[in-house]
């Protein structure tokens, strides 16, 4: 029996986090819900953090209201929207258990999935990730999108990052206390618990429609998100840049040994404009391409050196001890 079977519940607390943007239409069913799975775990204490990523609807004042009637659900307000990644943290922060759960706010994440987590967790397991096997309701583009990604981003990163899989999923506090020691700005939070390491298991399941609303993850988004995954988990894009300009160089050894041969031994010359447009186009494209990676890099450097702080809370709603403003700021310190 490991000591987890033998903690002498309800010693052992359970929070779950939340983000929340412009969530007003499933909100109050997806608090309902949650309450629910509250009171069928009677082995833990519970508390629900909503993390209200500055939503500009209804969404944080229906959430003060549940809050001013039950203890257990806790309200971070941002002071503006941050982002998923940045208000998924945040909750972390703010969570005191013993045990931390991510779950979207759409209900798109069965919360009944969460029991089956918790087993594991009582099996011995730091982190419980929720894998998708079937994800009815999506588009065919968010599918083959997604899909690709996921395949993508572990052929480039260095540490493997389980394919489909979302942000729901369950943390022991140690893998909670190492991710809040990562400091970095660009978060991927999925990768950053594979990065984490101790012991982590998958937990199939079928991925729900939304309940109400529409997706905050517009393609801007998408693709925005795609690229903090593979480019804070890798620096291959670089090699590829290299790769490209020795790709070009010998292209135009090629072409010059072509010239030169025609040149020397036959009365036929390049005619010059269009080769010379191509290669000069070319080579332009390859060079702009280099630079725009190498800018993606140096500007997460830029973004990480100013050391602002992840996040401004606006404000704090059933908490019982003092909550920061703004996110400890990471410690960039230079010698
Ligand atoms: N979300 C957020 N801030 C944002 C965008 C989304 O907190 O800027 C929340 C959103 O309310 C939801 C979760 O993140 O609880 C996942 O977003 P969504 O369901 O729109 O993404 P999808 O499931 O379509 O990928
Ligand atoms: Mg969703």
Redesign the pocket.
């Known amino acids: 029996m490991n000591n987890r079977q033998s903690i002498s519940l309800p010693d052992a607390s359970l929070s779950l986090v ?6 007003q239409e499933a909100i109050r069913e997806t608090v309902k819900r949650l309450r629910q799975f509250c009171d069928e775990v009677q082995d833990l204490n519970v508390e629900l953090i909503f ?1 209200d ?1 500055g939503s500009r609807d209804c969404t944080r004042d229906i959430l003060k209201e549940f809050a001013a009637q039950d203890p257990r659900i806790k309200v971070v307000g941002f002071a503006r ?4 990644q940045i ?1 998924v943290t945040a909750g972390i922060d703010a969570s005191s258990g013993d045990i931390v759960v991510l779950i ?3 209900l ?1 994440d069965p919360p009944e999935v969460i029991h089956q987590m918790i087993e594991k967790w009582r099996e011995g397991y730091d982190v419980v990730y929720g894998t998708r096997t079937e994800r009815p309701g999506e588009s065919v583009f968010k599918l083959a999108t997604a899909r690709a990604f996921y395949r993508l981003l572990n052929k480039l990163s260095d540490i493997p990052i389980p394919l489909d899989t ?1 942000d729901f999923r369950l943390m022991n506090r140690n893998v909670v206390d190492t991710l809040r020691a990562m400091p970095e700005r660009d978060r991927f939070v999925r990768g950053m618990v594979s990065w984490v390491g101790f012991k982590q298991t998958a937990l199939p399941y079928i991925r729900a429609k ?1 309940f109400a609303g ?4 517009p393609l801007r ?1 998408m693709v925005r998100f795609a690229t903090d995954g593979i480019l804070s988990f890798s620096t291959k894009p670089l090699q590829a840049s290299v790769a490209m300009g020795m790709i070009s160089a010998v292209m135009a050894m090629a072409g010059i040994v072509y010239a030169v041969t025609l040149r020397l031994f036959t009365n036929i010359w390049v005619e010059g404009w269009t080769a010379l447009m191509i290669a000069v186009l070319f080579i332009g494209g390859v060079q702009l391409i280099s630079l725009g990676i190498l800018g993606e890099y140096v500007g997460r450097i830029y973004n990480e050196i100013k050391g602002r702080p992840l996040y401004v809370v606006q404000e704090y709603t059933g908490f019982t001890e003092k909550q920061p403003t703004v996110s400890r700021s990471p410690v960039h310190v230079i010698k």
């Open positions: 939340i983000p929340c943007y412009n969530e993390v990523d929207n941050f982002g998923h208000a979207d706010a759409d798109q979302g939304r529409e997706s905050k993850y988004k």
